[in-house]
């Protein structure tokens, strides 16, 4: 049956996770790179969200969420035939158009989350192939692994809403993308930096509202899991962007905001597949540990490494919700103020499921989107000519310029 | 004639300008302009990246004066924008051949 109230709020959180893409996301990420790339990056975000949504219809959907198949779906709900206009999504009390609204938002943030990896230097067209390909080859089956009914959601795998499903397959595959087009003209000594940090931190704060939805909304209901949720988002958000500023201010003596906001954005990402589980003192936790970690990765990947993953997707995404998922084996047990493993087990038997999920995903997104790569790259092109990256992409690719001053 | 060109930091123009009124000079021209000198730029840390600012901001001031006025304009923006560390900028003077006021057409040293 119907429920009022549930509905009302996953109507409500759907708005609040497309608004994490369009516009947060995007200008997120669109403060970070140069002036005259601005448009680019906007306009690949919300390329992307028009164009996940009509696949996401087509099939998507269909394939993530319809049939019982340990590894994909079946096509009985491609463009939604079948489903009548009042049917119950199962085990819930919203219809089952919300919860398709609602899980598209999802699909679309995160191969929009991608964009940070190749920013600045990928052809219009290789990143609307490879966002094709990566929604039905990597999204889709990985979504109906662990949400889907796949096999595993069999094996107990716990991730409320997205640290394998969104964060480490983008996160994996963002840096798999960065190596393969190689780094922006440059790097990295010789980059421009942010032109827009305001507009980072705008868009940084979109999301942070937005992930609301995004963790709230993934209890499905407007209960006391969806309050929880909410609780332990915020507090992480806030305890990791804490975490940025302290380490900063004792490492440069400045504590920036472009630092900050992406410490905030860790803690959501590290939070997010634990959201559901856990209690408002392991937010404090994670946002510790989440926020710690990511940092470091930012400058191991960047500067140890020399990989151009521009706008950092793995380190502050892919490891954040990588370590989301390992702590929620730890924080879900009841005595540490979580809401209790399955029966019968132990936090071991459910740390072991949760690095069976983690590398069953690792291993599929980077093996996967290295096909995808290599394929788009020989069909049309990855990287756009010396020239272009030069003059920028807004006026060559779009021909707009994002500042007419 | 005297054509006065200072680079200075944009922080300092308020005072620059604030001298210069003092000592009775009647008009400038300022621009927002981009720099190096020995500093050889400066750099900015985003996400714990170091980002190497080759040109820094800087305000470029013009104005002509008699010539007898020129030093004590130099010695005015000098004191004015000078606050003791690199990046302080320059004040170049050059020769004025000639001038017009746009709206009266008066000529040399009758158009400053």
């Known amino acids: 049956m119907i429920d009022a109230g549930n509905t009302a709020w996953l109507i409500t959180a759907t708005a609040l996770v497309l608004f994490m893409t369009l516009p947060g996301l995007a200008l997120f990420y669109g403060g970070l790179v140069r002036a005259e790339n601005l448009l680019s990056v906007l306009m690949q975000c919300f390329t992307i969200a028009s164009m996940v949504t009509v696949l996401w219809l087509l099939a998507g959907y269909s394939l993530t969420f319809a049939g019982s198949g340990a590894w994909i779906g079946d096509l009985s709900k491609v463009l939604l035939l079948g489903v009548p206009r009042d049917a119950v999504a199962a085990n819930t009390t919203i219809p089952e158009t919300v919860f398709f609204m609602f899980q598209m938002t999802f699909a679309i943030i995160t191969p929009a989350l991608i964009v940070g990896a190749f920013v600045e230097r990928m052809r219009f067209g290789a990143v609307v192939l490879f966002s094709v390909l990566w929604l039905f080859l990597v999204y889709v089956p990985v979504a109906h692994w662990i949400w889907g009914g796949g096999w595993l959601a069999e094996r107990g795998v716990l991730d409320f809403a997205g640290g394998l499903v969104v964060h480490l397959t983008a996160g994996v595959s963002a840096v798999l993308l960065a190596i393969v087009l190689g780094a922006r003209m440059g790097f990295p000594h010789d980059v421009r930096p942010p032109h827009a940090p305001w507009m980072t931190m705008v868009g940084a704060c979109m999301l942070w509202v937005g992930w609301f939805g995004f963790n709230a909304g993934s209890a499905l209901s407007a209960g006391a899991d969806a309050g929880m949720a909410m609780t332990v988002t915020h507090i992480s958000a806030a305890t990791a962007a804490l975490v940025w500023i302290v380490i900063e201010s004792v490492k440069y003596g400045k504590p920036s905001m472009v630092g900050a906001v992406t410490g905030a954005i860790a803690g959501l990402a590290t939070i997010t597949p634990a959201s559901g589980y856990v209690g408002p003192g392991a937010a404090l936790v994670i946002g510790l540990v989440g926020g710690s970690v990511c940092y470091l990765m930012v400058t191991i990947i960047k500067h140890r490494l020399e990989i151009d993953d521009a706008l950092d997707v793995l380190a502050v995404h892919g490891i954040g919700g990588a370590i989301g998922v390992m702590l929620t084996a730890v924080f879900a047990d009841a005595a540490l103020g979580g809401i209790g493993l399955a029966e019968g087990r132990t936090m071991g038997g459910q740390a072991l499921i949760q690095l069976t999920g983690l590398v069953a995903v690792l291993i599929w997104s980077v093996v996967v989107s290295f096909i995808i790569i290599k394929f788009v790259q020989a069909v049309v092109g990855l990287r756009v000519s010396a020239e272009i990256e030069e003059q920028g992409l807004d006026l060559n690719i779009h021909g707009e310029r994002g500042y007419n001053m | ?112």
């Open chain 2, 1 to 112: 004639m005297k054509y006065i060109i200072a680079v200075i930091q944009p922080h300092r123009l308020d005072a620059v300008r604030e001298a210069l009124a003092g000592i009775g000079v009647q008009g400038l021209t300022v621009s927002e302009v981009r720099g190096f000198g020995r500093q050889k730029g400066q750099t900015e840390i985003y996400r714990g990246a170091e980002y190497a600012i080759q040109y820094v901001p800087k305000v470029k001031i013009e104005l002509a004066v008699a010539a007898s006025a020129a030093d004590a304009v130099v010695e005015a923006i000098g004191e004015a924008a000078r606050t003791g560390r690199i990046g302080d900028g320059k004040v170049f003077v050059l020769a004025l051949e000639g001038a017009m006021r746009v709206r009266t057409g008066e000529m040399g040293a009758d158009a400053l």
